[in-house]
Protein backbone atom coordinates (compact mmCIF):
# COMPACT_ATOMS: atom_id res chain seq x y z
CA UNK A 1 0.00 0.00 0.00
CA UNK A 2 1.77 3.31 -0.99
CA UNK A 3 1.41 6.40 -1.02
CA UNK A 4 2.27 9.78 1.08
CA UNK A 5 0.45 9.01 4.26
CA UNK A 6 1.15 7.13 7.10
CA UNK A 7 -0.68 3.84 7.90
CA UNK A 8 -1.24 3.08 11.38
CA UNK A 9 -2.46 -0.20 13.00
CA UNK A 10 -4.18 0.23 16.23
CA UNK A 11 -4.98 -2.85 17.85
CA UNK A 12 -6.08 -4.64 21.79
CA UNK A 13 -8.38 -6.52 23.48
CA UNK A 14 -12.03 -6.09 23.13
CA UNK A 15 -13.41 -3.97 25.68
CA UNK A 16 -10.05 -1.88 26.07
CA UNK A 17 -11.44 1.66 24.60
CA UNK A 18 -9.87 1.46 21.41
CA UNK A 19 -12.72 3.09 19.76
CA UNK A 20 -12.94 5.75 22.84
CA UNK A 21 -9.36 6.77 22.73
CA UNK A 22 -9.26 7.40 19.14
CA UNK A 23 -12.11 9.44 19.02
CA UNK A 24 -10.06 11.68 21.68
CA UNK A 25 -6.82 11.29 19.26
CA UNK A 26 -9.11 12.49 16.13
CA UNK A 27 -10.67 15.59 17.72
CA UNK A 28 -7.04 16.60 18.10
CA UNK A 29 -5.80 16.02 14.69
CA UNK A 30 -8.25 16.23 12.10
CA UNK A 31 -6.15 15.26 9.33
CA UNK A 32 -6.34 11.49 10.46
CA UNK A 33 -8.81 9.14 8.42
CA UNK A 34 -10.05 5.99 10.33
CA UNK A 35 -11.08 3.31 8.05
CA UNK A 36 -14.54 1.95 8.07
CA UNK A 37 -14.81 -1.82 8.05
CA UNK A 38 -16.65 -4.43 6.72
CA UNK A 39 -18.49 -6.99 9.23
CA UNK A 40 -21.06 -10.05 9.39
CA UNK A 41 -21.22 -9.29 12.61
CA UNK A 42 -24.92 -7.46 13.75
CA UNK A 43 -25.00 -4.35 14.47
CA UNK A 44 -25.09 -3.35 18.15
CA UNK A 45 -27.28 -0.24 19.35
CA UNK A 46 -26.62 2.39 18.09
CA UNK A 47 -24.16 1.31 15.20
CA UNK A 48 -24.51 3.29 12.18
CA UNK A 49 -23.99 1.36 8.83
CA UNK A 50 -21.36 3.01 7.18
CA UNK A 51 -19.95 5.25 10.27
CA UNK A 52 -18.91 2.22 12.39
CA UNK A 53 -19.19 -0.64 10.11
CA UNK A 54 -20.72 -1.45 6.64
CA UNK A 55 -22.83 -4.57 7.75
CA UNK A 56 -23.38 -7.52 5.24
CA UNK A 57 -24.08 -10.99 4.57
CA UNK A 58 -21.58 -13.90 4.89
CA UNK A 59 -22.30 -13.85 0.77
CA UNK A 60 -21.42 -10.39 0.45
CA UNK A 61 -18.05 -10.71 2.33
CA UNK A 62 -17.23 -13.20 0.28
CA UNK A 63 -17.81 -11.40 -3.04
CA UNK A 64 -15.53 -8.97 -1.72
CA UNK A 65 -12.49 -11.10 -0.57
CA UNK A 66 -12.83 -12.99 -3.85
CA UNK A 67 -13.00 -9.32 -5.84
CA UNK A 68 -9.70 -8.65 -4.11
CA UNK A 69 -11.87 -5.64 -2.46
CA UNK A 70 -10.08 -6.40 0.97
CA UNK A 71 -6.72 -5.43 2.10
CA UNK A 72 -6.92 -7.65 4.67
CA UNK A 73 -9.64 -9.86 6.60
CA UNK A 74 -9.84 -12.13 9.83
CA UNK A 75 -12.31 -14.16 11.27
CA UNK A 76 -12.51 -12.56 14.91
CA UNK A 77 -15.34 -14.78 17.54
CA UNK A 78 -17.40 -16.37 14.96
CA UNK A 79 -17.77 -13.18 12.44
CA UNK A 80 -15.68 -11.98 9.37
CA UNK A 81 -13.96 -8.54 9.47
CA UNK A 82 -12.25 -6.72 6.80
CA UNK A 83 -11.00 -3.61 5.49
CA UNK A 84 -11.73 -2.05 2.21
CA UNK A 85 -8.62 -1.27 0.16
CA UNK A 86 -9.76 1.11 -2.23
CA UNK A 87 -10.94 3.39 0.40
CA UNK A 88 -6.86 3.59 2.22
CA UNK A 89 -5.40 3.39 -0.98
CA UNK A 90 -6.86 6.66 -1.70
CA UNK A 91 -6.78 8.53 1.36
CA UNK A 92 -3.06 7.19 1.62
CA UNK A 93 -2.33 8.57 -2.08
CA UNK A 94 -4.05 11.80 -1.28
CA UNK A 95 -1.38 12.36 1.78
CA UNK A 96 -4.13 11.76 4.70
CA UNK A 97 -2.70 9.10 8.13
CA UNK A 98 -4.93 6.43 7.73
CA UNK A 99 -5.52 4.38 11.00
CA UNK A 100 -7.16 0.58 10.89
CA UNK A 101 -9.07 -0.80 14.36
CA UNK A 102 -8.28 -4.12 13.49
CA UNK A 103 -7.50 -7.40 15.17
CA UNK A 104 -4.47 -9.05 15.67
CA UNK A 105 -4.46 -11.34 12.56
CA UNK A 106 -5.34 -8.19 10.63
CA UNK A 107 -2.40 -6.21 11.82
CA UNK A 108 -0.05 -9.10 11.04
CA UNK A 109 -1.29 -9.26 7.40
CA UNK A 110 -0.88 -5.93 6.91
CA UNK A 111 2.64 -5.64 8.42
CA UNK A 112 3.80 -8.00 5.97
CA UNK A 113 2.24 -6.23 2.97
CA UNK A 114 3.17 -2.74 4.54
CA UNK A 115 6.14 -3.11 6.52
CA UNK A 116 6.49 0.70 7.32
CA UNK A 117 3.11 0.65 8.94
CA UNK A 118 3.03 1.68 12.35
CA UNK A 119 1.34 -1.10 14.64
CA UNK A 120 0.46 0.12 17.99
CA UNK A 121 -1.46 -2.03 20.71
CA UNK A 122 -3.77 -0.72 23.48
CA UNK A 123 -3.40 -2.64 26.94
CA UNK A 124 -6.10 -2.33 29.40
CA UNK A 125 -4.64 -1.68 33.01
CA UNK A 126 -5.30 -5.30 34.43
CA UNK A 127 -7.63 -8.54 32.96
CA UNK A 128 -9.88 -7.76 35.83
CA UNK A 129 -10.48 -4.20 35.11
CA UNK A 130 -10.71 -5.36 31.02
CA UNK A 131 -13.45 -7.79 32.29
CA UNK A 132 -15.38 -5.32 33.72
CA UNK A 133 -15.21 -2.95 30.75
CA UNK A 134 -16.69 -5.76 28.48
CA UNK A 135 -19.50 -6.51 31.21
CA UNK A 136 -20.24 -3.04 31.79
CA UNK A 137 -20.50 -2.60 28.09
CA UNK A 138 -23.55 -4.90 28.30
CA UNK A 139 -23.72 -5.30 24.42
CA UNK A 140 -22.58 -8.90 24.49
CA UNK A 141 -24.00 -12.58 26.02
CA UNK A 142 -22.03 -14.22 28.47
CA UNK A 143 -20.74 -17.11 25.98
CA UNK A 144 -19.59 -14.09 23.39
CA UNK A 145 -18.19 -12.49 26.40
CA UNK A 146 -16.25 -15.10 27.31
CA UNK A 147 -14.96 -15.63 23.89
CA UNK A 148 -13.93 -12.01 23.71
CA UNK A 149 -11.76 -12.43 26.86
CA UNK A 150 -10.32 -15.90 25.95
CA UNK A 151 -9.26 -14.55 22.77
CA UNK A 152 -7.94 -10.74 24.84
CA UNK A 153 -5.42 -13.17 26.52
CA UNK A 154 -4.30 -14.65 23.21
CA UNK A 155 -3.80 -11.22 21.66
CA UNK A 156 -2.18 -10.16 24.68
CA UNK A 157 0.17 -12.37 24.48
CA UNK A 158 1.36 -10.87 21.19
CA UNK A 159 2.19 -7.71 22.33
CA UNK A 160 5.74 -8.19 21.34
CA UNK A 161 5.06 -7.79 17.16
CA UNK A 162 4.02 -4.18 17.92
CA UNK A 163 5.53 -0.98 17.59
CA UNK A 164 4.23 0.65 20.34
CA UNK A 165 2.32 -0.45 22.83
CA UNK A 166 -0.08 1.89 25.28
CA UNK A 167 -1.32 1.57 29.04
CA UNK A 168 -5.05 2.88 28.43
CA UNK A 169 -5.27 4.01 32.39
CA UNK A 170 -6.67 7.36 31.69
CA UNK A 171 -8.11 8.21 27.93
CA UNK A 172 -6.27 11.58 27.65
CA UNK A 173 -2.89 10.00 28.38
CA UNK A 174 -3.56 7.28 26.31
P1 LIG B 1 -16.10 -5.56 17.45
O1 LIG B 1 -17.04 -6.68 17.13
O2 LIG B 1 -15.89 -5.45 18.95
O3 LIG B 1 -16.50 -4.26 16.81
O4 LIG B 1 -14.68 -5.94 16.83
C1 LIG B 1 -14.09 -7.16 17.13
C2 LIG B 1 -12.64 -7.16 16.72
O5 LIG B 1 -12.55 -7.08 15.29
C3 LIG B 1 -11.84 -5.98 17.26
O6 LIG B 1 -10.58 -6.48 17.71
C4 LIG B 1 -11.67 -5.10 16.05
O7 LIG B 1 -10.49 -4.32 16.14
C5 LIG B 1 -11.56 -6.14 14.95
N1 LIG B 1 -11.82 -5.59 13.62
C6 LIG B 1 -12.64 -4.59 13.27
N2 LIG B 1 -12.57 -4.34 11.96
C7 LIG B 1 -11.64 -5.19 11.46
C8 LIG B 1 -11.10 -5.40 10.16
O8 LIG B 1 -11.42 -4.75 9.17
N3 LIG B 1 -10.16 -6.38 10.03
C9 LIG B 1 -9.74 -7.12 11.09
N4 LIG B 1 -8.79 -8.03 10.86
N5 LIG B 1 -10.22 -6.96 12.33
C10 LIG B 1 -11.17 -5.99 12.52
Known sequence: MGGK????VF???SGVGKGSV???AMAKNSGIKLSV??????PRPGEVDG?????VTIEEFKKMIESDQLAEWAE???NYYGTPRKAIEDDLMKGHDVILEIDTA???SIKSKSPDAVTIFLLPPSFDELKRRIVKRGTEELS????RFETARMEIGLIEMYDYVIINDDIEKA
Open 51 to 55: KDYFF
Open 5 to 8: GLLT
Open 37 to 42: SVTTRK
Open 106 to 108: GAK
Open 22 to 24: LKA
Open 11 to 13: CGP
Open 76 to 78: YCG
Open 144 to 147: VIEK
